[in-house]
């Protein structure tokens, strides 16, 4: 059983805005900021969101992060084909005192 | 090219043991904290562990601490996983990362490590 909570799957067609949530507790995602990566098959991941909502240099702007209380969502609007790929929330747990990823989300784009 | 390479990956018996690598190329690897994520195929991520720019700070799992052991060399701009006492369940895909949570992350494209009589 994962610390953070994510749906396993998540559909949405080209142009679409989808939305991801990452549901927790307070020992992480109440008192620690949340990464989002987004993982295309066969790669390694890659860093989307950092620190709640921050998007590092070469990320588009149609990725956007967001926190309230112990949950985080990742939005994607204007969804492209090449957006199909699991995603993952990363957090502290100041109570295990080490990182938990979510169990990820599948993305498919119809 | 800024990048990390992972290596050290192989085949390995119950109980044994392998040493990971992380070399960074074209950036100082001293500057950051540095991360073990593992991936078993087919399934999600996992944290393993990480260590800061000195090494005076490590955090482990608690399913590989008092087996995995991490560490760096700045002076060859490395950071090593030991890996002891390996179980079946260690098999997976592992890639280091730094600052792994920053704006400047950078990941490696991993090193399959399997445990298997």
């Known amino acids: 059983q994962s610390v953070l909570t994510q749906p396993p799957s998540a559909s949405g067609t080209p142009g679409q805005r989808v939305t991801f949530s990452c549901s927790g507790s307070?020992?992480?995602?109440?008192?620690?900021?949340v990464s989002w990566f987004q993982q295309l098959p066969g790669m390694a991941p890659q860093l989307l969101i950092y620190?709640?909502?921050q998007r590092p240099s070469g990320v588009p702007d149609r990725f956007s992060g967001s926190k309230s209380g112990t949950s985080a969502s990742l939005a994607i609007s204007g969804l492209q084909s090449e957006d199909e790929a699991d995603y993952y929330c990363?957090?502290?747990?100041?109570?295990?005192?080490?990182?938990?990823f979510g169990p990820g989300t599948q993305l498919t784009v119809l | 090219e800024v990048q990390l390479v992972e290596s050290g990956g192989g085949l390995v018996q119950p109980g044994g043991s392998l040493r990971l690598s992380c070399a960074a190329s074209?950036?100082?690897?001293?500057?950051?904290?540095v991360t073990w994520v593992r991936q078993v195929p087919g399934r999600g991520l996992q944290w393993v562990a990480n260590?800061?720019?000195?090494?005076?700070?490590?955090y482990y799992v608690d399913s590989v601490r008092g087996r995995f052991t991490i560490s760096r060399d700045n002076t060859r701009n490395s950071v090593s996983l030991q890996m002891n006492s390996l179980r079946a369940e260690d098999t997976a895909l592992y890639y280091c990362?730094?600052?792994?949570?920053?704006?400047?992350?950078?990941w490696g494209q991993g090193t399959l490590v399997s445990v298997s009589s």
């Open positions: 620190n709640d909502d």
């Open positions: 307070s020992p992480n995602i109440g008192k620690n900021p």
């Open positions: 990363l957090a502290w747990d100041n109570s295990l005192d080490f990182c938990v």
């Open positions: 074209e950036f100082n690897l001293r500057n950051y904290w």
């Open positions: 260590i800061n720019q000195d090494g005076s700070k490590k």
């Open positions: 990362s730094s600052a792994i949570a920053a704006a400047d992350s950078v």
